[in-house]
């Protein structure tokens, strides 16, 4: 006589059916020495709503026939998340992060405020989520439902990709050390800003405004790449090596 699912949570409100024969009539459904709600009933099945209870019970069914025999069920406490190994992406999503907590082994589904995220468990206190696309920018909570219930604790904020305006000055020696200054939006998070492929020491003054010094390069136009939280903005042919006079 199987019963299905046959783990929930320990506050209880879990629906659990129990399938079999001669179960039409049945006038009472314990979990241990708790009784469920019956909600429906046929001769082969019965559904019911589970009662609160911790660790493993005996789930019997009572009918005018007899008590059938016991199967067991598994109270499953709630989760708890502990840390997000990164509480910031792109909204278009695709980042993948981890959760780390206690009693997450059962983990169903990840929420990241309306959007749903397929968990991969790694233990019982870690499992891995894809993060979804956002609906736009700004501060989310993080649900995880495990059959012990769903938590909420944890926040992602989606950030919007940056966009490049302007540099200025537009070109300097090749030896570098030229002083850029970068406006734009979505600046606010940068990571990274590239010169031709080679990292520039950068600083953040504002969600619209940046600056670099160029590294070294060689002569000619070249494509300067700032990398935020939110995305990477190229600027194409931005900036423009000159050469040094050669006697």
Known sequence: ???????????????????????????AVHFGS??????????TSVTCT????????????????GTSNPLSFYYVGAPFKASLSASSGATAGGET???????????TSVNFGANAASPTVVSDGQINAVVPAGASA?????????AGGTNNGLSYTY????????????SGPTSGGTAVTVTGTNLTTTQ?????????????ISATELTFVTPPGTAGAVDVVVTTTGGSATDVGAFTYV?????
Do not use: E, R, W, Y
């Open 1 to 27: 006589m199987p019963i299905s699912p046959n783990q929930g949570s320990t506050a209880g409100g879990t629906t659990v059916t129990i399938t079999g024969t001669g179960l039409s009539g049945a006038t």
């Open 34 to 43: 708790k009784l469920a709600t019956i909600t429906a009933n046929t001769p």
């Open 50 to 65: 589970s009662p609160s209870g911790v660790g493993t019970v005996n789930v019997t069914v009572t009918t005018g026939g």
């Open 97 to 107: 992060v981890t959760i780390t907590g206690t009693g997450l082994s059962t983990a």
């Open 138 to 146: 700004g501060s989310v909570s993080v649900s995880v439902t495990t």
């Open 159 to 170: 950030v919007d990709p940056p966009t490049v305006t302007t540099l200025t000055p537009t």
């Open 192 to 204: 990274s800003v590239t010169v031709d492929g080679t990292l520039a020491p950068f600083a953040v």
């Open 243 to 247: 050469a040094g006079p050669g006697i």
